[in-house]
């Protein structure tokens, strides 16, 4: 008598965990293109995983309630949990995973499949480590640290997934990361300062005269305008340097790196345009945009090198 075939109960549980990635994926949805239709049908589950994973981590570090020293900790576990998932192969015990089991599941299965370095993720709870307690950056040299860990390892992820590995490339991707945060930084500016963070170098601030006194008076100066402009020409070169990783994809893929790089220009832009305003409003890329970037996306030029 033959054995009748049983069901395959983990192939069972990583693929409800990845549909509950994606089901997390919508619902946060920001910049990051966990969900969009542009991205290859093939990436769409690692990169909804990859983003729950640092999400999870992004809201254990936000303020509230606790302590920093508890955010950390929570931190810390919620890495060597991943660590551990990693390393276990076995089916977890028939029931209802909860979110983060489903996330650590789905997202340790990525790292397993696409072959991704758990340094990465290491890096991202470094930053998300940092964010508990870090509330000034002396030197753009500490900005960029910051970046290195909290916006390139997403980039990296991204281009490992896609199955690219070429270290140019990877270098041009940082680029447009870094790029993209630092965007973020100048677009929330009022948002953060209220909270007591700033993210303009104090040697910027040095240079350009500019006192957070008069900040705190509300009052906004020609030196903070300097101070801002020094900060976008800083970001514009990274976007310069970040073109290339849209170049050097193909298909869907290349369309949504050229859409976040015109995305992130458009913003920048209009931080430039008015910078003083960045302490009561945040400029974003609206619904009627949409034609103008969709005809920039038209009308694309691979630089040649």
Partial sequence: MVARSQ?????????????????FAREHYENFPVASLLLPAAMRPHIAAIYAFARIADDMADEGVEAAETRQ???????????????????????????????????????????LPLALFD?????????????????????????????????????LVAGDRRADVAVSSDALCTALQLTNFWQDFGRDWTHGRLYV??????????????????????????????????????????????????????VELRATWLGGRLVLDRIAAHPHLVMTERPTVRRKDAP???????CWRTETR
Avoid: K
Wanted: net charge positive; hydrophobic share 40%.
């Fill in 7 to 23: 069901p395959d109960h983990r192939s069972s549980q990583v693929a409800q965990a990845y549909a509950a990635c994606a089901a």
């Fill in 73 to 115: 900790r929570r931190l810390l576990a919620w890495r060597q949990q991943l660590h551990d998932a990693v390393s276990n192969r076995e089916a977890a015990p028939a029931r209802v995973l909860s979110r983060d089991e489903c996330v650590l599941m789905a997202v340790a299965d990525t790292i397993r499949v696409r072959e």
């Fill in 123 to 159: 890096d991202l709870i470094s930053a998300f480590t940092q964010d508990t307690t870090t509330r000034r950056y002396d030197s753009w040299e500490d900005v960029m640290s910051y970046c290195r860990r909290s916006a390139n390892p997403v980039g990296r992820l991204v281009l």
């Fill in 201 to 254: 170098p104090q040697e910027v601030l040095r240079t350009s005269g500019a006192r957070e006194a008069d900040l705190a008076a509300g009052c906004w100066t020609p030196e903070w305008t300097r101070a801002i402009e020094t900060c976008i020409e800083t970001t514009r070169d990274l976007f310069g340097r970040g073109r290339r990783v849209a170049d050097a994809m193909s298909g869907r893929l290349r």
């Fill in 292 to 298: 103008r970037l969709v005809w920039q996306l038209l």
